[in-house]
């Protein structure tokens, strides 16, 4: 029987009851708080000098450690040992009140929770022992957390006693709502502002934990936890708590995507591929994506979450250029510098604002799956559309040529169907329109037009179709003449309107290159829209298609079965096939 109670108390006792990480590891002393170093350095100098404020402020966001640093600096200002007999914030060594301060059983350390005692009688109540010099420790210390919640009235009744406070009466306040605290209150304390913990050292203070914990978690598991965490360490530890569990009793690491399954996000790389293709206007892709991922668990208003992170790393990449840094793995910044390098300032912007009115309408919906759709289909059309500055430069030309007694801006009529069609007459030397006759199945086309060639009095040329135009590219671009006999299928070719697909994204910028330079060639202004029709074979493989045909023609000859014949011909076969390869990449003859 005694046995049996033994075993019971064993199993039910203390010692193996379990204690979450954020209580475990919370800290004891100033040098185990992270991020926060300026506040440390603030408190040990006012320690040192003897200048210690009578009332603090500590604002943060939440998990932060607003009241970890209010009872740590309870227990510095009553902190006594065997040889110290004074204020200090050197903690390693526990002190007379440390076990009861940290417990918040000791009876000259009051703490009140404002959000649930809001009222005037609640602070009339706590104040009344403040005349009263404290029973054991050294300084009476009174903890008000979530103060901002305090009614009007609350803080009248505090704010005299928190002006003329007696010698042995110290304040420490701690709040998330900063603004919601009068400003009487406020001048009358010394502010600390907790910062947010960088996603780098959160997850290294995890990775300590994990160690401590003996558990295995990867690093791109840590990275998710850190970025959920959004700075805070309580909401780190407690996920880091929740991704524990996820390895088994077998012990095996977590992994990444068991994370992210806990976690409910997309995978980074696929939200990547998702913004990518929405970006160069492939609306099929991205709605594909987005079903996939969200069949796969992702929730939708987290995804456009993602969607606007991306937008918002790949905007810092485009500014900042090699001085912008990223917290995640190194394949992922490299794809964001190439997404940067495709799209223009004036662009991501605009993607920021489809992706902003995005993420709340998926938040607000009543099908956030319908609303993401429909919000990719917004941002597809957005990256269809020329970049703003392309815009403003063909505007702003349009109006200068009107001024001139030019035609002015062309007009532009919807197309019934979808899409929609630029109209006008061609003029020369002026502005060049035609009416797209093939659109993008995806939605409206881009049409992107540049101004007017610089130089007026270059001889124009007559070009008669896309062949004409890239041959007719000077030598000083010829990697142009490369890309686009590689990487360019024509959809449509008329006099002033082109329609093309690019087969490889990291293209972006051909349209704009085609534009300026059939402008300068022509002296007309030209309308280039992408398409996501299949179109014609680029002008490389239909040359290489043309070369096989005639090896093949030669071969078949009967001339070439004799030996001599057959020698000599196989040798010019060669030729021309090196011939071929050197004209697909003419860049390799500089080399």
């Known amino acids: ?195 947010r913990v960088e996603a780098t050292v959160l997850a290294e203070h995890l990775r300590g934990i994990c160690g401590k914990e003996h558990v295995k978690i990867s690093d791109e598991g840590l990275a998710m936890i850190s970025r959920a965490a959004e700075g805070s360490v309580r909401d780190g530890l407690s996920l880091l708590d929740q991704a524990i569990v996820q390895a088994g009793l077998d012990g095996d690491e977590v992994t990444g995507e068991q994370v992210r399954t806990m976690l409910g996000l997309a995978d980074r790389l696929r939200i990547l591929d998702l913004f990518a293709m929405a970006a160069q206007g492939d609306t099929k892709g991205a709605l594909l994506e987005m079903r996939a991922q969200y069949d796969d668990g992702a929730d939708p208003a987290v995804v456009m979450r993602d969607l606007l992170d991306v937008c918002h790393e790949v905007s810092r990449a485009k500014t900042l250029g090699e001085l912008a840094e990223f917290e995640m793995a190194p394949d992922q910044a490299q794809r964001m510098r190439e997404l940067a390098e495709t799209q223009s300032v004036g662009q991501l912007t605009r993607f920021w604002q489809v992706l902003s009115a995005a993420y709340n309408d998926v938040r607000q919906a009543p099908t956030p799956l319908a609303a993401a759709e429909m919000s990719l289909l917004k941002l597809s059309l957005a990256g269809q559309m020329p970049p703003p500055e392309l815009a403003a430069a063909i505007i702003a030309q349009a109006r200068k040529d009107q001024d001139d007694g030019g035609p002015g801006l062309p007009s532009i009529s919807p197309a019934i169907g979808g899409g929609s069609n630029l109209g006008g007459s061609p003029v020369s030397h002026a502005v060049s329109t035609q009416a797209v006759s093939e659109q993008p199945s995806g939605g409206a086309s881009a049409m992107m037009e540049a101004p007017k060639p610089v130089v007026p009095d270059a001889p124009a040329v007559e070009i008669g179709s896309f062949a004409e135009f890239v041959n007719a590219l000077p030598d000083s671009q010829i990697k142009l003449k490369s890309d686009l006999e590689r990487y360019v299928r024509l959809v449509n070719f008329k006099r002033g309107a082109i329609s093309v697909n690019i087969t490889d994204p990291r293209q972006n910028t051909l349209i704009g290159k085609i534009v300026k330079a059939l402008q300068d060639m022509t002296g007309d202004l030209w309308i280039v829209s992408p398409s996501q029709e299949e179109g014609e074979a680029p002008l490389a493989q239909q040359r290489r298609s043309a070369v096989a045909a005639q090896d093949a023609e030669d071969r078949a000859h009967p001339a070439f079965s004799h030996p001599l014949m057959k020698n000599a011909t196989e040798l010019y076969i060669r030729d021309r096939a090196e011939n071929v390869i050197h004209s697909d990449f003419p860049q390799k003859q500089n080399d």
Do not use: W
Not at 13 to 42: C, H, N, W
């Open 1 to 195: 029987m005694l046995k049996a109670m033994n075993d019971t108390a064993s199993m039910f006792g203390e010692e193996e009851s379990y204690q979450v990480l954020a209580r475990k590891y919370r800290p004891s002393t100033f040098e185990d708080m992270i991020g926060q170093d300026a506040m440390v350095t603030t408190l040990k100098n006012a320690f040192a000098a003897n200048r210690v404020a009578h009332a603090f402020m500590l604002t943060g966001v939440r998990g932060i450690g607003k009241t970890t640093t209010a009872r740590l600096l309870a227990r510095a200002l009553n902190y006594e040992t065997d040889t110290v007999k004074g204020p200090s914030v050197d903690l390693s060594e526990r002190g007379e009140h440390c076990e009861l301060i940290m417990s918040s059983s000791h009876m000259d350390v009051l703490e009140m929770d404002a959000a649930s005692r809001t009222g005037v009688e609640n602070m009339r109540e706590l104040l009344d022992g403040v005349r009263y010099s404290p029973a054991t420790a050294r300084y009476k210390v009174y903890i008000i957390d979530e103060v901002h919640m305090l009614s009007a009235g609350a803080f009248n009744a505090l704010l005299k006693t928190l002006e003329e406070p007696p010698d042995h009466a110290k304040f420490i306040f701690a709040t998330t709502e900063i603004r919601k605290v009068p400003i009487t209150v406020l001048s009358r304390c010394q502010r600390f502002d907790l910062r």
